[in-house]
């Protein structure tokens, strides 16, 4: 079965304690991607992998960090988490051109 | 920056009728366009997506147009059912080498009343 899995689903943490969220896929996809997604802002693309350590910043990269070590995974990386990080994030896969597949989201609080 | 909009935030219908959401968007380099169903508590799925080199695209119940010359995006969904009740978002994509950055309009809340 075609998964896009998110650990952890849930999430609350303080102010600058670092931590990792998951994304792993597969599909042998190409493309990976991370977006938050806030009331009345939508989703906005954060980072962006169109292959294995290939990385392009997207809309609101500013906080985060990701890495694209090998095909399947595409962890994000907060190393000082915020209160204005506190958001629904999503990771997506997919291919050149076609749709984006997104996992079941990852809802983090920072205090 | 250049973005993907849309029309109208809320859109309430009676089951059976017809549906229309719009979009509409800026970049006129965008090539490629997706529409996504979001449902409480799950993650955007796909529904039907338009290349810029076609009018008009086909799916079950649903049909996306695209209006090139007035930036225009729209998706009809037909005998719209209660299942049909979500949040639907546009995404642009400008294709090429940057097919990877999608950008996605605020989304419109479709409510099916039975």
């Known amino acids: 079965e075609a998964q896009v899995t998110q650990n952890p689903r849930y999430l609350i943490t303080v102010t600058g304690k670092k931590l990792t969220v998951t994304c792993s896929q597969n599909?042998?996809?190409?493309?990976m991607s991370w977006y938050r997604q806030d009331p009345g802002l939508g989703l906005r693309q954060i980072y962006y992998?169109?292959?294995?350590?290939?990385?392009d910043k997207g809309d609101v990269p500013e906080g985060y960090k990701v890495s694209r070590k090998e095909k399947r995974n595409f962890p994000l990386i907060l190393e000082s988490p915020s209160p204005n990080q506190t958001s629904l994030y999503f990771c997506?896969?997919?291919?050149?051109?076609?749709?984006?597949?997104f996992g079941q989201g990852t809802r983090l609080t920072v205090v | 920056g250049e973005s993907v909009g849309l029309h109208l935030p809320t859109l309430s219908v009676q089951e059976g009728d017809n549906s229309i959401i719009n979009c509409a968007y800026s970049?006129?380099?965008?090539?490629?366009f997706i529409w996504y169903k979001q449902e409480s508590g799950k993650g955007p799925q796909f529904i039907i997506d338009?290349?810029?080199?076609?009018d008009k695209r086909q799916g079950q119940r649903v049909t996306v147009l695209l209006n090139k010359t007035v930036k225009h995006l729209s998706l009809q969904i037909a005998a719209t059912q209660p299942g049909d009740s979500a949040v639907y978002f546009c995404?642009?994509?400008?294709?090429?080498?940057?097919?990877?950055?999608?950008?996605f309009g605020q989304g419109t809340i479709l409510t099916v009343h039975p």
């Open positions: 995404a642009e994509n400008i294709g090429g080498t940057s097919y990877g950055k999608l950008t």
């Open positions: 338009i290349r810029s080199n076609m």
């Open positions: 992998s169109m292959n294995v350590e290939v990385t």
């Open positions: 599909m042998n996809h190409e493309y």
């Open positions: 997506a896969t997919g291919q050149r051109n076609t749709e984006a597949f």
């Open positions: 970049n006129s380099a965008s090539d490629y």
